[in-house]
């Protein structure tokens, strides 16, 4: 007789069972998988420990076909950043999706924060974005970028911030990017809706002012780095709690104070300017003429009306260039460079002239415009462009590394707030640079 099954049948698996993580309680490297933590936009992240020694950690297991650099995570762990999980290895699992070993984090992402809570008050969104854009302005300092800031890459720790996801953006990362994402993340945080691509929600959504601004500027890239970022983060505390006031403010005077340090300083600037407008064109001319009566004597303030006649140069003293001609400019270098060469002295051979030949004809320097200066955003650009082109042209075994480690010297340059001069001369650092290593 067939033997009769005494023991319950098991129902068949179908599409409305919940899907059964088949790594936990797997290896994943030296780590036994132990439970889920969180499911974030590049990948999952578990609990995770070493059986030998008992070491804690999370593991994070990328979606398939989400690899990430492994040369940037370890540039960003070679900073040693609080504010960025340390990555302790990387590997594969069974099939084939990457993963990495972090550092073990408490809290939650902002992600499961949002979540768990929605939108969040407009002083605690502040408090988080301030302390984001300290650990960016670390980061920037050494010219690693972010490239993928979101709700998932933000972790609460301890009153504390750690961002994860480093190396995993698509293309190469930029610090403008990480401004960029900083003012979509304060948004998402306020509505608890993703901005992904799209324009940051209309006014009146009971968002401060001065908060709605200033993350529009980041989202605009109008803020120069992160330093000026965390800066005008950190001076509005204590402010944002206050909508009488500002209220009342605005009552009194048309013209809505804009930012943190204008506040601060008393200032007051129109409604449809961020910044106190300057005078321009001959008005400008003509007040400067006024000043010269005081300080030049009345024959004086002739002298300057004519001038205002003068047409104006393009360019002239400009020292905020978004738009700097770098391919120009290192043309202007290199034919500066001939033009010295041409400008030696010739030594005469000893012995009696040719008569044939013709004395040498003076040089002259041919006249060149005034240029403007690059501003520090269009300097970055320039060099993320010069690394893109250098890694494009390499070989296979083509040593690289002293010709990055030039962009990155000109990159820390930049950081803080470089004078005129200074970005003069790494705009012809970078000129030069181009004619060493890049191939025609």
């Not at 998402?188 to 200033?214: N, S, V």
């Not at 300083?265 to 400008?284: D, E, L, Q, Y």
């Not at 002298?303 to 905020?320: F, R, T, V």
């Not at 403007?372 to 494009?392: G, Q, Y």
């Amino acid at each position: 007789m067939p033997r009769v099954a005494t023991e319950p049948l098991q129902p068949i698996p179908d599409a409305t069972q919940a899907h059964v993580d088949r790594l936990i309680g797997a290896r994943v490297g030296e780590y036994l998988v132990l439970e889920k933590v969180g499911e974030g936009r590049h990948g999952t992240l578990y609990r995770g420990r070493a059986p030998a020694s008992g070491q804690q950690a999370f593991v994070q297991v990328l979606r398939t076909g989400v690899t990430g650099s492994d040369q940037e995570v370890r540039a960003a762990n070679s900073i040693k950043c609080s504010g960025i999980a340390a990555v302790f290895g990387f590997g594969e699992v069974a099939d084939g999706r990457r993963y990495r070993v972090l550092e073990p984090l408490s809290g939650e992402s902002l992600e499961q924060l949002l979540q768990r809570r929605g939108p969040l008050p407009a002083e605690e969104t502040r408090e988080i974005l301030a302390k984001i854009a300290r650990v960016l302005e670390t980061a920037h300092a050494w010219a690693i970028a972010h490239g993928c800031l979101g709700a998932s890459s933000v972790f609460l720790s301890d009153g504390s911030v750690k961002l994860i996801d480093y190396g995993l953006s698509r293309h190469p990362a930029k610090p403008e990017d990480d401004l960029k994402a900083l003012g979509s993340l304060g948004f998402t945080l306020l509505t608890g809706q993703e901005l992904d691509d799209r324009a940051p929600p209309p006014l009146g959504q009971g968002i401060p002012e001065l908060l709605d601004r200033l993350l529009r500027e980041l989202i605009e890239q109008r803020l120069e780095d992160a330093t000026e970022a965390r800066k005008e983060l950190e001076g509005l505390a204590g402010l944002l709690d206050e909508p009488a006031m500002q209220r009342d403010a605005g009552a009194r005077d048309d013209a809505p104070l804009t930012r943190a340090t204008d506040i601060r300083a008393g200032a007051r600037v129109g409604p449809s300017s961020s910044t106190p407008s300057k005078p321009s064109g001959r008005s400008g001319l003509l007040i400067a003429a006024l000043a010269a009566v005081v300080l030049l004597g009345g024959g004086g303030v002739w002298w300057w009306l004519g001038q205002s006649e003068a047409p104006e140069q393009p360019g002239l003293n400009a020292e905020n260039d978004d738009n700097y001609d770098f391919e120009a400019a290192a043309e202007e270098e290199a034919e500066a460079a001939e033009e010295a060469a041409a400008e030696l002295p010739v030594v005469e051979q000893p012995g009696a002239p040719d008569p044939g030949r013709e004395a040498p004809k003076p040089h002259t320097r041919r006249h060149k415009a005034v240029r403007t200066v690059p501003s520090v955003k269009a300097l970055s650009d320039e060099i993320w462009r010069l690394e893109a082109k250098l890694r494009k042209q390499t070989k296979p075994g083509e040593d690289i590394d002293q010709a990055l480690f030039m962009l990155n010297k000109q990159r820390l340059r930049l950081t803080g707030s470089p004078s005129v001069e200074d970005r003069k001369d790494v705009a012809r650092q970078l000129a030069g640079w181009r004619r060493s290593y890049l191939r025609r």
